[in-house]
């Protein structure tokens, strides 16, 4: 059971740098040693940074979720993809900070006590989605509350591959429509490292319903867009392609959010705790599957630094080697 603590109403408006200064202090007079509190600290600077980017805006504890926690979390593990136990010192920060704001009444609960380590357990962290899940998820997007955005968003990470990140930083000046092509290109990708990542049609189909609406007088084709888009987007070249409901630049942490809400509405039809980067392992495996010698292509495309991140996606998944085992010639009961 969650712990609740009544709260000091009168603390809220410390900013996190004072708070962060005095659990300094509280973890000193816990003796803990001299590296976990300097580990520690460094974690949280970290986290308030990543936060102040990803938002916009620094932290205030009352805007505090465990999906912004949840989110830094994999963050970390995927965009940043740092070792294990470099993530699960974080995470500990984390739910070591978010313990001391409850008991010291900064906090009403304890947002981080969800927020699990990453386990050890190798085989699943590479598998995408199989086709009749990504058809639910699709299916859950486009009947969601802003069904042609969701939809999109879906589409472009699955068709291109693309990050998180990557896909809530996209801006008209970003996208290039042409009749029977298009492009993106990828600034905010891992390292400030700039790529083009070609559209496909599905990509490109999903984009044109989203964005026509706000582009008066620009029908709802791919040809049309083609057509008026450098004309029609002239002026608004560095607005966010997909908004949040304000109206605003749909964040990181709010695009992962809006799939764990398709996810979880699609029931048992999606895996539980697929993400945006299950759709990025589901676009590498599709394409080595089809092109499996195009380990540089595929590199290209995800924007790896190293070929061995990117020849991770040739080792077969777990649910592969299971179907190869049953099939084994040795297995007396195979079909």
Known sequence: MQRVIPLKTERQERSPEVLLEEWCRAL???????G????????????LAWYEQEEGVPLHLGSLTPMSLIGYRTYLQHDQQLARSTINLQVSALRS????????????????????????????K????????????LRQAQASRDGSRNYAIIQVLV???IRLGECSALTFGDVTFRER???LLIRAGKGNKVRTVPLNASAREAL?????????GVPATAKAMAAHWPKATSERRSEAVFLSQKGGALTSSAMGQVIAELVAAAGPLVPAGT???????????????????????????????SLETTRLYSEPAISQLATRLERLALNAYAE
């Not at 000193?28 to 001299?34: K, N």
Request: proline share 3%; glycine share 8%; charged share 15%.
């Open 159 to 161: 068709q291109t591959g």
């Open 126 to 137: 590479r598998e995408g989605l199989a086709k009749s899940h990504l058809n639910a998820l």
């Open 208 to 216: 044109v319903t989203s964005i026509s609406p706000r582009l008066a």
């Open 97 to 124: 900070w978010c313990a001391w704001l409850l008991d010291a009444g900064y906090l009403p609960s304890d947002l981080a006590v969800r927020v699990k380590l990453i386990g050890g357990t190798a085989g699943s």
């Open 181 to 183: 092509s298009g492009s």
């Open 36 to 47: 976990t509190v300097k580990k520690y600290t460094q974690a949280i600077s970290h986290f």
């Open 275 to 305: 993400s945006a980067h299950h759709l990025r392992h589901t676009f590498a495996r599709s394409y080595l599957a089809q092109y499996p010698s195009d380990v540089v292509g595929l590199a290209m495309l995800l924007g790896h630094r």
């Open 28 to 34: 000193q007079a816990q003796d803990r040693s001299t």
